[in-house]
Every structure is written in structure tokens, then in C-alpha cells.
């Protein structure tokens, strides 16, 4: 290609870029994915109703882990919650102007959350009480949804005159996710459990969650080092890459893995406390994946990667990576990690979802020294794609539970022995290449 050729197509690219970047959150890895909040109400009572609240978690590789969710919204009139079973609210508010029967929750914005697990059975219902921990579509769809009954009062009590409550929030369990208006719709149908009859919902509506990683957090919370058999250089995840270590200007934001005060540290914050308290590190990030390209054989070639804890406050329960590298088409064999290939745009098969197994190392111990998980991947090679030239082994993208992990710059990858580092002809492709991927990133901010 000719340079004004490379030159026009990065500017329309750049335009494209620009023009078509949504305001709300878009993952290219999952297009569909968002959380669902569905309520249907099953029954009109003297002063209101009562529904059923569902929470379905559609996305392939994000999940919800402990401390779990929390769910708010706002009452459109002068609602009341009765009484709630599989929830609660974290605050009943005022309720003096209640004579004899006290209502469950007073507040204009009640903030609910799970049951923890151990709840009497006769407080609970299908799908609650797990502490508000919710698993992705993709490790376990059984674990997907999270349920809740309220009975609402002083509300409107037919479908002429309810309200639908306004401005949902869903923390998961930090911030996030955004919400949409609630959406009337066809009332849900719901069958006995011998499937022998069918009910129906009195009154159903939605409310359609989605998840930005840039509202979640302005810094990244993972990296990526890399290495191989054929250069001794580990190429370490890049300086500051989640913060910088700086005594000055932010002391105590990392403690030093032989710290006398470690332990008080960890203490202060509580457990699976939302923000981390992480060792220090050039990276300073929670989680660091490393990728080396450990063998080579005829028809094959193995990576290791292993997935290191920095974070002294939190055990990832149920953690998940999601790998893209061209050679996932061929994946043979894959050592102590489930695998699930995600072909997000059809027979593009380059994206895989990894996870632990589970009871063996599906929890990530918090940093120390049992705080990593491992695994082998091994590939078949296409003879006529694969090279370990020009970073070709390396990943192209990774997520750790599903927030974009940050690589290394590619000018930095090993080389291989007696390559030579004048690489012009490829320098173009590569600032091509980095320029998408930079765009790519932003597409889903
Ligand atoms: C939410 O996800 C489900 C399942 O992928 C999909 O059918 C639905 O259209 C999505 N809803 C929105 C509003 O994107
Ligand atoms: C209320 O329910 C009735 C019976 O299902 C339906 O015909 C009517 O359209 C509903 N009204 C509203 C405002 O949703
Ligand atoms: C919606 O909720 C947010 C956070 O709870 C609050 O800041 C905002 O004022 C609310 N907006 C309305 C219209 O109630
Ligand atoms: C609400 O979402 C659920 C789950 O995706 C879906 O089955 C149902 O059809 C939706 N209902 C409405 C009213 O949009
Ligand atoms: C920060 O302080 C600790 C102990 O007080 C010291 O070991 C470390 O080297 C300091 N780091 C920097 C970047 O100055
Ligand atoms: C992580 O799990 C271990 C073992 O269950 C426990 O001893 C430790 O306190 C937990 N740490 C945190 C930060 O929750
Ligand atoms: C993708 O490749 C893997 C490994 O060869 C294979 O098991 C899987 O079925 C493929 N998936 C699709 C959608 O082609
Ligand atoms: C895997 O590699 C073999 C050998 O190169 C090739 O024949 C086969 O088509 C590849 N499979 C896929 C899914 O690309
Ligand atoms: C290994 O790769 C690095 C680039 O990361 C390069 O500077 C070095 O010369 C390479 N070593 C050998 C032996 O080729």
C-alpha cells in the first residue's frame, strides 16, 4: 500500500471511530450483554400489589461477586414496601406516620439487597439468598438469575393506576453498570413445575442494564506480562499501568509484601472490601496475567499463563479470563481451566472464555502465597499463519472478569534470536493495527 493510501484509510478509520462511539456502555466481545430486571406482578392487593422481581444476568463473562448486588429505584407515588421475602432493604427509613402495621420499607429510594445463604427456607424464594452473588451466562446459567417477592402498598392497584418506579441503580458490587427506563411489556407466562399449567403476570415491565468499564473505574484494574522460550527477556506489564507508587503524593496506597503492618492494612478495610489494598508493584495493579510461549513442536506449540493476586482484599471467587489470539480455532488441549470458545461475530473463532475449575481453582486467593492460578494451552499450528515472528504468540486482547487487561507496548515483545530490529515494513502495520486497537478500546467506554 501506498502511504496516502495508509494515511486516508486512518482517518476515515479515526472518523468511523469517532462517529459511531456510542454514549452508553458497547463490549465487542459481548454485543448483547446486559443485566435484565424484570417484574411481573402476580397479584393486586386492597392497597397495591405484589410481584415478583427477577435479575437476569445476560452476560457471557461478567459476573457478580461478593460482597453481591444492590438494587435501587425510586418510587413514582408515595409507595411503601410491605414485606419482602429473598431481600431487604439496608434502611426502613420513617415510618412513624404507620399505626399497627409497620411497613417493611418507608424510604421514596429503598436500596435492597440479597439474603445471605442460610436464610430459613420460609423466608425464601427460587433463586435468592446467595448473598447477592450472581455467575456469568457462560460458567454456570443455572447461577444467572437472582430473585426477590415485595409487596408494594399506597400504590396504584390496578394496571390503570400503578406507577412504574423510575431511575434503577445497580451497583455490582461497585459502580458500573447503568440502567434504562423501566419498559411495560407483554405479561410473563409461568408454568407449574409439572408443566401442566400455565399462569400469567398481571403487569410485566424491564429495566435493561449495561456495563462500562469506564464508569466502573477511570484506572485499569489488570495487566499483562509476557514471555517465551526463545529470549530470556520478560517483558513486565507496563510502569504505573493501575497507578503509580509514589510515597509523596499517595502514601499508603500499596503495602510492601514483607510490610510489618500488612496485617493491620488488610484488617482496616474489612474483607472483598470494593477497593483494593494491593502489594506494591512497577504496575500497581490487582491482577497481573502472564503469557509465556514455553514449547515448540512440529505440528504444535504450549503457552503457560498464570494469573497472579495482588490484591490482599480480595479472593475472585468464580474469576474468568477472556483470551483473543488468532490460534484459538485450533486449540487441542487445555490443562486444569474450562474452556468456551466466544464467537461474538460468528466464524470468527479467536476468542475463548477460561475459567477455574470448579472446587480445584476456581477461587483466586487473595495476593500472597497461594494467591495464583495457572494453566497450559496447547495449540495446533496452521502452517501457513503460524510464526513466532513479530509477537505473532502473544495475545491480542485479554479481560480479567471482564475488564479489559492492558499489554505491553508490541515495540517491547521479545524477539526472536537473529531477528533483526529493523522492522520498517512492519512498523506501519503496527501503527495501523495500534491505532485500531486504540479505537476498539474506545468504542466501549
Ligand atoms: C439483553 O440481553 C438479552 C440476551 O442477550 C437480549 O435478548 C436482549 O435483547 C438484551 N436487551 C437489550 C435491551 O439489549
Ligand atoms: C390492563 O389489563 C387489561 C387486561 O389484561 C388490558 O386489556 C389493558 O390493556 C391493560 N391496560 C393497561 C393500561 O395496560
Ligand atoms: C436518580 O438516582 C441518582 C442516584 O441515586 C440520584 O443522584 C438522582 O438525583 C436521581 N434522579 C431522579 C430524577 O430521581
Ligand atoms: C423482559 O425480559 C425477559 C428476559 O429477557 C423476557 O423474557 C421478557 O420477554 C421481557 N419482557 C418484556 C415485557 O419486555
Ligand atoms: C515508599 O516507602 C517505602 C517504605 O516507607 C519504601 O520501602 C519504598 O521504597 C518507597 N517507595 C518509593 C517509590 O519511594
Ligand atoms: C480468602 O479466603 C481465605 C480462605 O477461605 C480466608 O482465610 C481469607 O480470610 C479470605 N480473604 C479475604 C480477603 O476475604
Ligand atoms: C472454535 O474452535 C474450537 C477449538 O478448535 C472448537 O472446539 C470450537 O467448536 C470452535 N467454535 C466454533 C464456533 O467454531
Ligand atoms: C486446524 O489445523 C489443521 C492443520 O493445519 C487444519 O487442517 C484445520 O483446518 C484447522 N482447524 C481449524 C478449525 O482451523
Ligand atoms: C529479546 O527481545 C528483546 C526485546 O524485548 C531484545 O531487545 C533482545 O535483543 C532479544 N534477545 C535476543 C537474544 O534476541
Known amino acids: 500500500m501506498k502511504l496516502p493510501t495508509i494515511f486516508s484509510l486512518t482517518v476515515f478509520v479515526l472518523l468511523l471511530g ?24 402476580t397479584q393486586w392487593t386492597a392497597d397495591g400489589y405484589v410481584a415478583t422481581v427477577t435479575i437476569f444476568n445476560f452476560q457471557q463473562y461478567r459476573h457478580i461477586q461478593a460482597p453481591g448486588w444492590t438494587l435501587g429505584w425510586t418510587w413514582a407515588k408515595k409507595e411503601v414496601i410491605w414485606n419482602m421475602v429473598g431481600a431487604q432493604t439496608t434502611d426502613q427509613g ?3 406516620k404507620f399505626k399497627g402495621n409497620i411497613p417493611h420499607c418507608c424510604k421514596k429510594d429503598p436500596t435492597v439487597v440479597d439474603l445471605l445463604p442460610g436464610t430459613p427456607y420460609n423466608q425464601q424464594v427460587a433463586n435468592c439468598c446467595r448473598g447477592g452473588v450472581i455467575n456469568s451466562m457462560v460458567q454456570d446459567p443455572s447461577a444467572s438469575v437472582s430473585s426477590f417477592l415485595i409487596a408494594v402498598g399506597s400504590s396504584g392497584t ?15 458490587p461497585g ?17 407449574t413445575a409439572d408443566g401442566r399449567r400455565k399462569t400469567r403476570a398481571l403487569m410485566t415491565w424491564n ?43 499517595n502514601p499508603g496506597s500499596c503495602v510492601m509484601g514483607d510490610s510489618p503492618y500488612l496485617a493491620s492494612a488488610v484488617a482496616s478495610g474489612g474483607k472483598n472490601n470494593y477497593n483494593p489494598l494491593v502489594q506494591c508493584t512497577s504496575h500497581m495493579c490487582p491482577v497481573r496475567i502472564h503469557w509465556h510461549v514455553k514449547l515448540n513442536y512440529k505440528e504444535y506449540w504450549r503457552v503457560k499463563i498464570t494469573v497472579t493476586n495482588f490484591n490482599y482484599r480480595m479472593n475472585y471467587t468464580q474469576w474468568n479470563l477472556v483470551v483473543q489470539h488468532p490460534n484459538f480455532d485450533n486449540l487441542t488441549q487445555i490443562f486444569s481451566f474450562n474452556y468456551k470458545s466466544l464467537s461474538p461475530y460468528g ?17 483466586l486467593m487473595a495476593a500472597g502465597p497461594l494467591g495464583n492460578v495457572q494453566s497450559e494451552l496447547l495449540f495446533q499450528k496452521d ?3 503460524f510464526t513466532f515472528k513479530q509477537g505473532w504468540a502473544f495475545p491480542r486482547r485479554i479481560y480479567f472478569n471482564g475488564d479489559n487487561c492492558v499489554l505491553p507496548s508490541p515495540d517491547n515483545y521479545p524477539w ?3 531477528s533483526s530490529p529493523h522492522r520498517r515494513a512492519f512498523s506501519i502495520f503496527q501503527i495501523i493495527t495500534t491505532a485500531l486497537a486504540f479505537l476498539l478500546s474506545f468504542m466501549w467506554i
Do not use: H
Open 347 to 363: 466464524p470468527l473463532n479467536d476468542t475463548a472464555m477460561l475459567w477455574g475449575v470448579k472446587y480445584y481453582n476456581d477461587l
Open 18 to 41: 469517532f462517529t459511531i462511539t456510542p454514549a452508553d456502555a458497547y463490549d465487542p466481545l459481548d454485543p448483547n450483554g446486559n443485566i435484565t430486571i424484570k417484574w411481573d406482578i
Open 94 to 96: 420513617d415510618c412513624s
Open 207 to 249: 429495566v435493561t442494564c449495561t456495563y462500562s468499564q469506564f464508569l466502573a473505574q477511570r484506572t485499569p484494574t489488570c495487566c499483562v506480562s509476557l514471555s517465551s522460550f526463545y529470549n530470556d527477556t520478560i517483558v513486565p506489564c507496563p510502569t504505573c499501568t493501575c497507578g503509580c507508587q509514589n510515597n509523596i503524593t
Open 175 to 191: 459502580p458500573g453498570y447503568t440502567c434504562g427506563p423501566a419498559k411495560k411489556g407483554k405479561p410473563s407466562e409461568f408454568f
Open 416 to 418: 526472536l534470536p537473529n
Open 158 to 172: 390496578s394496571n390503570k393506576t400503578v406507577k412504574l418506579p423510575k431511575n434503577y441503580t445497580l451497583n455490582a
Open 383 to 385: 502452517l501457513s499463519t
